[in-house]
């Protein structure tokens, strides 16, 4: 008895203890700025011990994310900005689905297997199925490019390898033959994964990869030749077609991987009479980023094999799915489902008319942009009229006494909040300075209008300083203009990449 009351009385203490906190909580939670919270420090670094209300934690993070910069002034980027409210919606209702999880959630899987498909068509990827079965063509959801890229890398340095085992020779080195333009994933699956890079460099008059010099440097270790369609410099289409006669010329037995980030959802529908994918015989694998002009929220790529002898068997894993096996390749295993759901409402939503209305209009609007910018006096670097990607790369003309750079026009227009990045060019290409405006869905002729106006308006800014405050404000900006986390110190000033190298500026992506 006595013990019983015991016990009773703790629980009573300990319930009236809870009580107390909840009341406490209740009354500090209907006005997030009245509580303690708002003149305390927010935890940063270290847990703490407590809870905090929801209300408070929500306002005190979505309003500390107002410094972020706004997306859709973010010029520097390709990856997606827009999408409508329905699929917002279906991507929410899906948050909690684990995409690997086939046997709970197979219709999900189902839908990624209907996007490859209908993407695999895109790309003109063979099949002996008409109309395609799900079954038919080789391919993989990833969460970007970079993922497809190693992905792709991997098959074919396995295919190589195993060849040469095959053969009986030495199979320790291989290569890969790439411009010096590639993007940084690249080179990371380089050194990953222990492939040799061998770099055809952009000189000051060519940003794209040289067919005759890519195709010379192929060696019996080359693993195959990475060509890029959109250079995320100047959104310039490597001559893939030129690359692949040359070695049907030659006899060189060396397959293309052809890197189509951005271009694979561009060039369908603004250039399709070019001839860059699966038509051609040496191509074997392509990446295209589902999150940039696949325009799906970033999260979602996709790799495709023009057959499975190029997607070598040991890499495959299958996992059981009710029954039926799903074959998985992948570097990662859990990830969300959102993305892919998201990407196959686009693919119907659009249709092939939807995405060429779009990307037909900022064909349109890249052409007007580069005409008032070439007005201005701007030497522009990007192909227009659906030549290249929906960007303008451009530059200011030598000059010898004018004061500011591209840096510092850089900076005026963050003033704005207008993001747009200067940068130097790849390497061996005189370190030429230049900036670039990616064109995404939601930039209509209005809004470029608006950004000419206040380039204009930049200009006049930068024209009427001095020479001291100009170049205090040049090196101000090349010093200190990110405001992003430093990299720990341990791996600072990092020299081993080609961006380390020429000191190539933020997110280029
Ligand atoms: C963006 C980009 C990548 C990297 O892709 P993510 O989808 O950002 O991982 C690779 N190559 C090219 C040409 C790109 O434009």
Not at 400 to 419: C, I, K, P, Q
């Amino acid at each position: 008895m006595v013990h019983l009351s015991t016990v009773a009385k703790e629980s009573h203490a300990r319930r009236r203890q809870r009580e107390q906190r909840d009341k406490e909580a209740s009354a500090v939670s209907p006005y997030v700025y009245g509580t303690r919270y708002a003149i305390e420090e927010l935890p940063e670094h270290v847990m703490r011990e407590e809870e905090m209300p929801a209300s408070v934690v929500y306002r005190m993070i979505k309003d500390e994310l107002s410094l972020d910069g706004n997306p859709l002034l973010n010029l520097a980027s390709f990856v997606t900005t827009y999408m409508e409210d329905e699929v917002q919606q279906l991507m929410s209702d899906a948050m909690s689905k684990n995409f690997i999880d086939y046997e709970q959630y197979p219709q999900t899987a189902h839908i990624q297997n209907r996007c490859v498909n209908m993407i695999a068509g895109l790309l003109h990827a063979p099949t002996a199925n008409e109309p395609r079965n799900e079954q038919d063509a080789i391919g993989t959801s990833t969460v970007g490019s970079s993922e497809a890229i190693m992905l792709a890398m991997l098959a074919m340095k396995k295919r190589w390898q195993n060849r040469r085992k095959a053969a009986g020779k030495d199979w320790s080195r291989p290569n890969i033959i790439m411009n010096s333009a590639v993007q940084v994933c690249w080179e990371k699956a380089a050194r990953y994964f222990e492939v040799e890079e061998k770099y055809v460099y952009c000189t000051d008059a060519r940003y794209v990869i040289d067919p005759k010099e890519a195709v010379d440097l192929v060696d019996e270790n080359t693993v195959g030749i990475c060509a890029i369609l959109g250079t995320t410099y100047t959104g310039q289409y490597e001559d893939v077609k030129g690359i692949n006669e040359l070695l049907l010329q030659r006899n060189i037995d060396c397959p293309i991987h052809v890197d189509a980030a951005s271009g694979g959802f561009v060039v369908p529908f603004v250039r399709p009479e070019l001839v860059w994918d699966f038509r051609l015989e040496k191509v074997i694998s392509i990446n295209v980023s589902g999150h940039k002009y696949g325009l799906v929220y970033p999260g979602v790529g996709w790799v495709f094999w023009r057959a499975p002898e190029y997607l070598p068997r040991e890499l495959i894993f299958n996992i059981n799915y009710l029954g039926a096996e799903q074959a998985s390749f992948t570097l990662n295993f859990s990830k969300g489902a959102p993305h892919i759901i998201g990407q196959y409402y686009q693919l119907i939503r659009l249709g092939k008319h939807g995405y060429r209305a779009i990307m037909t209009n900022l064909t349109q609007i890249a052409d007007h942009l580069a005409a008032e910018l070439a007005k201005m006096g701007f030497i522009i670097m990007s192909e227009g009229g659906g030549r290249g990607l929906p960007l303008v790369a451009y530059r200011f003309p030598e000059q010898e006494d004018r004061l500011y750079d591209e840096f510092a026009l850089a900076h005026v227009l963050r003033r704005r909040g207008w993001v747009i990045p200067a940068y130097t060019m790849a390497p061996k290409s005189n370190q030429l300075k230049m900036m670039r405006i990616v064109l995404r869905e939601d930039f209509s002729m209005h809004r470029c209008n608006l950004l000419v106006e206040d380039i204009r308006l930049a200009i006049k800014s930068l024209e009427e300083m001095d020479a001291s405050l100009i170049e205090r404000y040049s090196h101000y900006v090349q010093t200190h203009a990110s405001r992003g986390p430093e990299g720990h110190p341990v791996y600072s000033n990092e020299q081993h990449s080609l961006q380390g190298q020429t000191g190539k500026t933020h997110a280029v992506c």
